[in-house]
């Protein structure tokens, strides 16, 4: 099976580093635990996975040289960290650190998402009525006044515009707007358009801090994980921006490597670029380059930013709520207004 059509769930990982790291812990040979693994299973995937890696370590292959081969399924910083443990001898601790790292940024993934959801449940609602009554009953109405003797106001005319539009153009409509999915999708694969967006995504005003928050976590979480692991700190900080979905911050990681390799300090670096990187994050760097406890500062600041992202997700349905009030009473203002405004003048008209 090609490694394109392979998938595995980050549960199913999560679920496999664990198991690994207590058959280790037990007592079981490497290959007795992979064999474990692979019967309790049920990812097809992940099976066929295993049993590639199997094979490889029966013939005396490292299980991170073997990993190497599906790293577009587990990525660099779980290869990387089962290699440190191999070559140290910390294999099964640094299986625990990885299944912790990785239920750490499931759970922060949810929480995203989470709090994404409401307000997104709330103008599909908002647009699905809109459209109903502009389809099915505004066309009702509106039929009194097809031969009224004066002109129609401007929001009556733009409300039958409309209704005419989606009762005779709607199969376009769908068509335009999977289109436009489309084409977004494919625009958002040429990385100078999706890097963009990245950029127009930390600056977007409420949406714009969280972002931030949850990239600084993820540097800090995973950067801390690698160093604990032994990972040095240029190669550290390279698998870390490689961990990173966002194209600006992967891009400032990439090029703090390189100067970590020069010699420059992460926090001098940090606080070129304030915009990217809170002065919390650089001076608490900083304090840990000066004092050698770098890996536990980034810890603390790992757990600080998962809180901040906690306590905005909490607090995003009540800064979103009046803004999404404004849009649904616009929408409902103006349907009204459509409706009545002509009522108004057949009856000045009656008069």
Do not use: C
């Not at 940024?105 to 998402?113: A, E, G, P, W, Y």
């Amino acid at each position: 099976m090609p490694n394109l059509f392979l998938h595995v769930s980050l549960n199913d990982r999560i679920l496999m580093v664990k198991h690994l790291s207590i058959a280790i812990k037990s007592g079981m040979s490497l290959l007795d635990g992979l064999n474990m693994i692979k019967r309790q299973t049920k990812s097809r995937s992940l099976q066929k996975i295993l049993e590639t890696i199997i094979t490889d370590i029966d013939n005396g292959i490292f299980l991170s040289a073997s990993l190497e081969k599906f790293s577009d399924v587990f990525g660099d910083l779980f290869i990387n960290i089962v290699r440190v443990g191999e070559t140290s001898g910390t294999l099964t601790e640094n299986l625990n650190y990885l299944a912790a790292e990785m239920k750490k940024h499931d759970v922060l993934r949810k929480k995203v998402r989470g709090a994404l959801i409401y307000p997104a449940i709330v103008m599909s609602m908002t647009i699905t009525i809109a459209v109903g009554m502009i389809v099915f009953v505004i066309p009702k109405l509106l039929d009194v006044f097809s031969n009224v003797e004066f002109e129609l106001p401007i929001a009556t005319r733009i409300l039958i515009a409309i209704s005419n539009f989606l009762q005779n153009y709607w199969i376009w409509l769908l068509v335009g707007i999977f289109g436009g999915a489309v084409g977004s999708w494919l625009l958002l694969k040429i990385n100078r358009v999706r890097l963009a967006f990245h950029y127009a995504l930390i600056f977007m005003p409420i949406f714009g801090p969280m972002v931030k928050k949850v990239n600084m976590s993820n540097i800090s979480r995973v950067l801390g994980l690698l160093l604990k692991s032994g990972v040095k700190i240029v190669e550290a900080v390279n698998i870390t921006g490689s961990t990173l979905n966002n194209l600006v911050y992967r891009r400032e990681l990439q090029r703090v490597s390189e100067a970590t390799r020069t010699g420059e300090y992460l926090s001098k670096y940090f606080s070129k670029k304030e915009h990217l990187f809170a002065p919390i994050m650089t001076n608490m760097i900083a304090v840990g380059e000066n004092t050698g406890n770098l890996t536990e500062n980034l810890s603390y600041l790992s757990e600080y930013y998962e809180e901040e992202v906690e306590d905005f997700t909490k607090n995003l349905s009540s800064i979103l709520e009046p803004a999404l009030l404004i849009i649904l009473g616009f929408v409902v203002g103006f349907i009204a207004l459509s409706v009545v405004l002509p009522i108004y003048e057949v009856t000045q008209h009656v008069k």
